[in-house]
């Protein structure tokens, strides 16, 4: 199923710069933060993931530095979503996994960076 | 992971009008909706599945007379958003399999009106 449109990538940067990768890891994002807020509110919840949130988390993980020091908030969030979807897409991970991982955090940026760190391990670039 | 959330119903029709289930629904319908536009365009795609798309899909798969004459199409939307994440919260199905049926379909209204029909006899009540 992923595999039709799975594109491939020699380094991490080439990940967090790619925008179609970003809109595809916005809804995936957006899903995975709504299952988390469900697990901790206890009853089924939707939301959007926030970009200065994101944004945070990607600085907290060390991802900050490998980009553009120009790169705004905005595309440090895409730059969040399209490495959370990528490593979904490459199988490195389940949804159940990556939710497992955010619960274990009562602060929602640590959460997100924790596994932004976590995914920066699998990838190996 | 799921269970800590899940609600029960004992009708569908309890399902249908679940406004908290439905947020979360709209992000499991935006994901998958997303994947499904990734395959057929061969790279990562995001987007947002419409309400008159969904309402449309609910009323195709015969769930449209199940609730009131008077519920809007914003309303038939969230219906159709709730059904879809309760059979995956219920692991009743899964992602790819939901994205496989999505994928035979050229008319994205057809893909999901398929969807809702075989999360109707997926749930059996």
């Known amino acids: ?21 970003a809109t595809l890891g916005d809804a995936y994002t957006n899903f995975i933060y709504s299952l988390f807020l469900s697990i901790r509110n206890g009853r089924p919840t939707g939301s959007k993931a926030n970009s200065s949130m994101l944004s945070k988390a990607l600085k907290q993980a060390g991802l900050r530095e490998l980009m553009s020091s120009r790169m705004d908030r905005h595309g440090q969030a895409d730059a969040a979503e399209a490495l959370l979807v990528y490593v979904w897409l490459q ?17 929602v940026t640590e959460a997100f960076s924790s596994l932004l760190s976590r995914a920066k391990e699998k990838l190996n670039l």
Request: proline letters at 3%.
């Open 1 to 21: 199923m992923k595999s039709s449109f799975r594109p491939t990538y020699e380094t991490i940067q080439e990940i967090l710069v790619d925008h179609e990768l």
């Open 91 to 107: 199988d490195l991970t389940t949804i159940s996994e990556s939710v497992a991982l955010l619960v274990k955090h009562k602060n």
